[in-house]
């Protein structure tokens, strides 16, 4: 139901924009969609997150004003877009779709996630 795409290999400082699709269904004003990545070797991390309906956002310490979430709601899709790349930033990426706002930062709130996809970033 959740369809990652766009990551790839970029030189630290570069960009990427990754997509998160939904199929078959469509997010409820209640919904939040997140990011997670999971470097190798670690555990799951979060990295943002956007409340469907009033757009409010979030990012992790480690992000913050260098990733910026959004969404376009005919499109059913949230976007991640990622500047100044930084190699710590490799890892796959996911993306998630969870009922609860309030405990966003928690991959135990979501319900529904898409595949993952990889970003490499080198030095």
């Known amino acids: 139901q959740l369809q990652a795409s766009g990551g790839g290999w970029v030189q630290a400082g570069g960009s990427l924009r990754l997509s998160c699709a939904a199929s078959?269904?469509?997010?409820?004003?209640?919904?939040?969609v997140g990011w997670f990545r999971q470097a190798p070797g670690k555990e799951r991390e979060f990295v943002a997150a956007?409340?469907?309906?009033?757009?409010?956002?979030y990012y992790s310490d480690s992000v913050k004003g260098r990733f910026t979430i959004s969404r376009d709601n005919a499109k059913i899709t949230v976007y991640l877009q990622m500047n100044s790349l930084k190699p710590e930033d490799t890892a796959v990426y996911y993306c998630?779709?969870?009922?609860?706002?309030?405990?966003?930062?928690?991959?135990?709130?979501?319900?529904?996630w898409g595949q993952g996809t990889l970003v490499t970033v080198s030095s």
């Open positions: 078959g269904r469509t997010f409820g004003t209640t919904y939040t």
């Open positions: 956007i409340a469907w309906s009033t757009y409010s956002s």
């Open positions: 998630a779709a969870s009922g609860s706002w309030i405990r966003r930062t928690s991959e135990y709130e979501y319900d529904y």
